[in-house]
């Protein structure tokens, strides 16, 4: 009889922890603001994971797909984006013509400009295609612009137009 009733407490308990787990997953990703949404095309994302390191080192709250999406709750994925911009005080867009030519991009990038005033988006051309990006999205040119994949450069340009205490690269 004791045996019976270990199992059926063990089990309850089981079966809490795994509800208590699933609610957790959900709310997690929908209960933060950010400093910053880091917004890139997958083909990009090298540099994008290097400044989204960077700025998580520098105690920056930061919102990168791959940290907040991919790992969590991949069927969510739209939601969690459209979430994050909306809570988020700056936004960062690593823009080329791969990036303009994305449809998952173009949203992010009208969500930015919709949403944040021009000072708050930062422009990171990788490279600089001026003609596409800034074509479709000519509110592009009323935001601080940075050219090329220089880490040091980048993060000097993110501090000067954010006043955000970079922690100097090791």
Not at 90 to 118: H, M, V, W
Request: charged share 20%.
């Amino acid at each position: 009889i004791y045996l019976d009733r270990f199992w059926n407490v063990a089990s309850g308990f089981t079966f809490f922890l795994g509800v208590m787990d699933s609610q957790r997953c959900l709310v997690t990703p929908f209960t933060t603001h950010w400093d910053v949404f880091i917004s890139y095309k997958s083909e990009d994302v090298d540099i994008a994971r290097r400044v989204a390191d960077q700025l998580i080192a520098s105690g920056l709250k930061v919102w990168f797909a791959e940290y907040q999406v991919l790992l969590k709750n991949y069927d969510q994925f739209q939601q969690a984006i459209d979430y994050g911009i909306a809570h988020c005080d700056y936004g960062i867009a690593f823009t080329n013509d791969r990036y303009i030519n994305s449809p998952y991009c173009t949203l992010e990038i009208k969500q930015l400009l919709e949403r944040l005033p021009p000072q708050k988006i930062l422009e990171i051309m990788v490279p600089k295609q001026e003609p596409l990006p800034h074509q479709k999205y000519q509110a592009l040119g009323d935001c601080h612009g940075f050219v090329g994949t220089n880490l040091p450069g980048i993060l000097d340009f993110i501090h000067q137009h954010t006043g955000w205490e970079i922690l100097p690269l090791e």
